[in-house]
């Protein structure tokens, strides 16, 4: 049984904490899905991101975007354990669904920014929401634009949101073992880099072996690539 979710603060480095009833719902659902590392994870997202929208003048609805993060890693659950999706497209799908009383505008920008958050390169150009979720991911998983936060800003989110010695382990073995069935969706992103230190029978796709090997190399056999 997972432990029951610690009481959240109301403000963490200057940012409020949304405390809507949509809002303590999606923590909810995270705490009781997700492994602890991966909630964690999640809250610290929120705040970065919040920070990082402030800064860049990218602000974002908070109820909206406390979602978005509490959702982002909801693929890795074991609710998708047979699951043959991207873990975000599902993470993704997610929270569609539990938004889909919210307006279709929202809902989709929401889906986008999570079926994105660890494709380098795009979610800059899709939403300030995809953009700032990427970025507080990257800012928790690899220290992203570490010195844009002051000292003070990190020491508050890891006084509320202590991010623990054996996190670098822990969240790479969290992530491993929510795409150790489906291998073959991590093909352009960090989740590869995963599979690769935790399966040691992973075999990553090399694109250039998918078009040296086509079916228009080799018209007698079928070696097409399936997702």
């Known amino acids: 049984m997972k432990p029951a979710p610690a009481a959240s603060p109301d403000e963490v480095a200057g940012v409020r904490i949304p405390q809507t009833a949509l809002a303590i719902l999606a923590a909810e659902n995270a705490c009781a ?15 970065f991101a919040a920070l990082i929208g402030r800064r860049e003048h990218r602000a974002c609805d908070e109820e909206t975007l406390y979602v978005t993060a509490m959702y982002a890693n909801m693929g890795l659950s074991p609710a998708y354990a047979h699951s043959s999706l991207r873990y975000e497209v599902d993470g993704a799908d997610a929270a569609r669904s539990l938004l889909a009383d919210v307006s279709p505008r929202v809902a989709e920008d929401v889906w986008r920014a999570i079926a994105l958050h660890t494709t380098p390169g795009i979610p800059v150009h899709v939403s300030p929401l995809a953009h700032v979720l990427a970025e507080a991911a990257g800012t928790d998983l690899v220290g992203t634009n570490y ?34 069935h489906r291998p073959h969706t991590t093909s352009g992103t960090w989740s590869a880099d995963i599979l690769a230190r935790m399966d040691p029978d992973y075999c990553r796709l090399n694109f250039c072996g998918l078009i040296l090997g086509s079916r228009w190399s080799r018209p007698d056999r079928d070696v097409s690539f399936r997702p």
């Open 147 to 180: 010195d844009a936060y002051t000292r003070a800003e990190r020491e508050a989110i890891l006084a509320a949101y202590p991010r623990e010695a054996t996190f670098n382990e822990d969240v790479i073995r969290a992530i491993g073992r929510g795409l150790a």
């Open 33 to 47: 899905a997700l492994e602890p590392v991966l909630v964690g994870h999640a809250r610290r997202v929120f705040v």
